[in-house]
């Protein structure tokens, strides 16, 4: 579908707001914000567009018409809307069209059908709920009436409280009004009736994969933040986890043999070869994980001497490791195709978090000052979070921002460097943290209010995680990022940013507005939770029974 | 509440770690309500296990001075655990002349001895400089505790103040006076003093002049062994010289002052605090110091006198000249305020500066 594009950074926010709420299913909320877009935008093709797919997943085929006929009128070429009008018109029948659609009782009514909530009430109802009462006020004797019509009242009580809300309306009391829907609805959810279908026995749960698994790292003392939580979300799934810097013969002499071998950036430690080789001789399957993309790591990236390509030994040990691997495994969908690209077998396995570390839902103090942050320097358990570089492409908006905003803050983290770009600010206008351990950098995250994550257009930033996003997304906190892959796919909790005017535009509406900074913090606070340690450890089980598979081969 | 004091093993910072730390632990502990500990910089930066149960279990961690690389990097650790901290500033660090002590660790990152943490090899120095760190360090703060008010405007735009003088612990000031018949004992420490100091001050010349015209003047110089007095031009036999004493053997030393002297100079001494004026009040010695900031509260329990040569010396012959009835005068009310400023009948004021911080929202 062709959108408008518009240039209000107001309503292009309220609309990512609005998809964000239709992506999680709140569908009240989504309303509300479409509804609200097309009271204040009346012409605005999306809203007119989503209105109409709403009215009519609602089966108010009608009112759906109607709006399509709207959103025809301002762009009468849309092919998409004619088909969507096609399609509404084909289904038409019965029921009166909304007089306005937008109107808080209609969009009332179309949530109502939404949500499942069938509790409308007749014509002949309300009538004969009316009379009843009109008996029962003007009776000598009331509670005799009461007594008498007990049943008739019992099965008239949603048309007696509809009678009562339209009262409160018309009395100027929609407090009373929406209180009496309230119980409205809930007497019409226990109205409904009992399930048509029975549910079928659930089907007996398949064994899973519990076995033994052998992390291979180039320093097991020290594994990576994506490793570690590999082993918590492996051993909360049963598995017997064992990390180790070697694997060799006498394993196999002494039976030790893993079912499953995951080696984590084998290449740094060439000699962790050795140990795939005898892996795969005992024919134990073997994972090569990677955690960034070594083959377009920059010579300028902090971890380059250690870890990329640069040595021909690691460049051999790389290739011969790829080539060992019965699959490879990548944080990046980007870095997942590059690789298939090439002949390998991958598998997208996202980063995550893990909620043992308390740190992550701790709530930060309240603070009178918008924090704006960056967060540099190295670590792979940062996802190749930014360097100087990146931060440049976006220091004069950002300076912008605090000279016009007073109350705002610069926070940099983790590199010195990048924060003397800020001298000209006065120090009470910016702050440095140093960069702590992972355990520890939930904290960290909690000094900020906005996230920024800009990235320079290059071949390592395309292939890169989109953890920085899932972290900010834990702690509920709002982010403005380059559109890279991943964090374009990544979406919840944030906006991405592909010119300067944008990153002002959104760094600005971020301020300015503490709502629609709350609403997309609590969106990637959603978004994240499927990326806790627990939940992605059931894509490793997958993968670690299908590649336990008997037809399983790819060398 | 409990409070852990992090301090610096440095022997150059022993005294202050005293005043601004040891004295306050002892305050706080004898009041029975409230804990409090004191963790040398080594094993907090270390993360040894005797720090890790001290720190866990504290509300409060107050550092004195030594904000810097490994102590951020720990500090950052406890307080993702919650705990509040406080950064002890008693020394304008940042205004340090060159020929201090600490000069060259603050500006130029050379490590001090009993530097903890700057596992750095020979020859190099601690980047960024100390002094770059402690600025930036100090916005992590909650609060930032200081010994002047001086120090209280240097400071105020990274963190909140607490403003928490110098107090003494009387009981370590409880020994007997020395008399010297026939001689009067014009005492100096040289303690956080150079040879420039008292050159510019005037002091030197004053004191010469001074025991020229008064023979039974005698100079009591004590801390021979940090700066030599070779230099003053005063006889030998009206020169009494002392190597620094420690910290416990200092309060004997002090009783053995007849007069007193507190010359400041520079910036730093601007934002100094009152501790050697207080000290010659508690033990009833009539002093004669620098009109600064630093102890002009106290002037009316002393003589100020403007740095120079004739000044001071106008100053040293009045007392000299009139000794019994300054030493009367220093026996009565600036006793009495030295007293006051007891850390012991202080430390309600001092920990509920510390609730404020605590328990702010």
Request: aromatic share 6%; charged share 20%.
């Amino acid at each position: 579908m062709q959108s408008t594009i518009s240039t209000n950074p107001e309503l292009k926010v309220r609309k990512i707001m609005g998809r964000t709420y239709l992506n999680q299913s709140k569908l009240e909320e989504a309303l509300e914000v479409y509804a609200g877009i097309l009271r204040d935008f009346p012409d605005d093709l999306d809203a007119l567009i989503v209105l109409g797919n709403l009215y009519l997943a609602a089966g108010d085929s009608r009112t759906a018409c109607s709006v399509y006929r709207r959103a025809l009128e301002i762009d009468p070429q849309n092919v998409a809307v004619s088909r969507q009008l096609e399609l509404a018109e084909s289904e038409e029948g019965g029921g009166l069209a909304e007089k306005v659609p937008t109107d808080p009782a209609a969009i009332r009514r179309l949530l109502q059908r939404l949500t499942g909530k069938t509790g409308s009430i007749s014509d002949a109802d309300l009538h004969q709920a009316a009379e009843l009462l009109e008996l029962i006020l003007h009776s000598p004797n009331p509670a005799e009436q009461v007594a008498i019509h007990l049943e008739e009242i019992d099965d008239l009580l949603p048309a007696l409280l509809e009678l009562n809300i339209r009262q409160a309306e018309a009395d100027g009391r929609p407090d009373l009004a929406d209180g009496l829907r309230a119980l409205q609805d809930n007497i019409h959810l226990q109205m409904q009736p009992a399930a048509a279908a029975a549910i079928p026995p659930a089907a007996a749960p398949r064994e899973r994969f519990h076995g033994s698994v052998l992390l291979l790292l180039p320093d097991p003392a020290h594994p990576s933040e994506r490793i570690r939580l590999l082993q918590e979300g492996l051993a909360g799934a049963g598995c017997a986890v064992t990390l180790s810097g070697e694997f060799t013969i006498q394993a196999v002499r002494d039976g030790e043999l893993p079912h499953v071998a995951v080696a984590s950036n084998p290449h740094i430690q060439p000699r962790m070869l050795e140990s795939l080789a005898a892996l795969t001789a005992a024919n134990v399957p073997v994972l090569v994980d990677l955690d960034t993309d070594f083959e377009h790591m920059p010579v300028t990236h902090p971890d380059y001497s250690t870890a990329g390509l640069g040595s021909p030994a690691r460049a051999r040990a790389y290739t011969a490791a790829l080539l060992l691997a019965n699959a490879v495994t990548v944080n990046s969908a980007m870095l997942a195709e590059s690789l298939r690209q090439a002949g390998h077998n991958v598998y997208f396995m996202p980063d995550g978090w893990s909620n043992q570390n308390l740190l992550w839902t701790r709530t930060p103090q309240a603070r009178s000052s918008i924090h704006i942050g960056w967060i540099g320097g190295s670590g792979a358990w940062l996802g190749g979070a930014g360097q100087i570089e990146d931060l440049m492409l976006v220091r004069r908006t950002v300076l912008r921002i605090l000279r016009e905003f007073p109350h705002t803050q610069l926070v940099v983290i983790g590199d010195l460097q990048a924060y003397r770009l800020f001298d000209s600010l006065a120090e009470t206008r910016r702050m440095y943290l140093p960069m702590v351990p992972a355990e520890e950098f939930p904290y960290l995250l909690g000094q900020l209010d906005i996230l920024i994550v800009p990235l320079r257009n290059q071949p390592y930033a395309s292939s890169l995680s989109d953890l920085p996003l899932v972290q900010a997304g834990v702690k509920g906190i709002p982010w403005v990022a380059s559109p890279i892959t991943a964090f374009k796919n990544w979406q919840a909790g944030g906006l991405v940013a592909d010119t300067p005017e944008e990153w002002h535009l959104y760094l600005r509406q971020l301020v300015l507005d503490a709502e629609t900074r709350a609403g997309l913090g609590q969106a990637g606070q959603q978004a994240a939770l499927k990326r806790e340690a627990s939940n992605l450890s059931q894509g490793w089980v997958d993968l670690f029974e299908q590649l336990l598979q008997p037809s399983f081969s790819i060398r | 509440m409990i409070v852990t004091y992090i301090h610096s093993n440095s022997p150059s910072v022993q005294k202050c770690v005293q005043t601004r730390c040891r004295n306050l632990v002892s305050a706080i502990r004898r009041t029975g309500w409230h804990k409090a500990h004191l963790l040398d910089l080594g094993n907090f930066v270390s993360n040894t296990s005797k720090a890790q149960e001290i720190c866990a279990e504290s509300d409060l961690l107050v550092v004195h001075r030594f904000l810097y690389g490994p102590v951020i990097r720990m500090l950052q650790s406890w307080k993702a655990r919650d705990k509040k901290v406080i950064i002890d500033i008693d020394e304008a660090v940042d205004r340090l002349p060159p020929e201090s002590e600490s000069y060259r660790f603050w500006n130029e990152g050379v490590p001090m001895q009993e530097c903890p943490g700057a596992t750095i090899d020979e020859g190099q120095t601690i980047d960024p400089a100390p002094i770059e760190q402690l600025r930036l360090g100090l916005r992590l703060a909650d609060a930032v505790s200081v010994s002047s008010t001086r120090l209280a405007d240097d400071w105020a735009a990274y963190s909140n103040i607490l403003h928490i003088p110098d107090y003494l612990n009387l009981d370590q000031y409880l020994t007997v006076k020395q008399f010297h018949p026939g001689e009067i004992w014009i005492g100096l420490s040289t303690e956080g003093l150079s040879a420039a100091v008292l050159e510019e001050s005037g002091l030197a010349r004053a004191l010469e002049a001074v025991c020229r015209q008064r023979k039974q003047v005698r100079l009591y110089w004590v801390g021979a062994d940090r700066l030599s007095a070779d230099g003053l031009d005063i006889s030998v036999r009206q020169k009494i010289l002392l190597p620094a004493p420690g910290l416990e053997t200092w309060p004997r030393v002090l009783a053995a002052f007849d007069i007193g002297l507190a010359p400041a100079l520079g910036e730093t001494a601007l934002r100094a605090g009152w501790q050697r004026a207080l000290e010659y009040m508690v033990m009833k010695v009539p002093w004669i110091g620098s009109d600064l900031p630093s102890y002009r509260e106290l002037s009316r329990f002393g003589w100020l006198v403007h740095n120079s040569a004739e000044a001071w010396e106008r100053g040293l012959l009045e007392v000299v000249d009139h000794l019994d009835a300054y030493q009367a005068e220093a026996a009565g009310e600036p006793f009495l305020f030295a007293l006051g400023q007891d850390v012991h009948e202080n430390v309600a004021k001092i920990l509920a500066g510390y609730a404020s911080i605590l328990y702010r929202s």
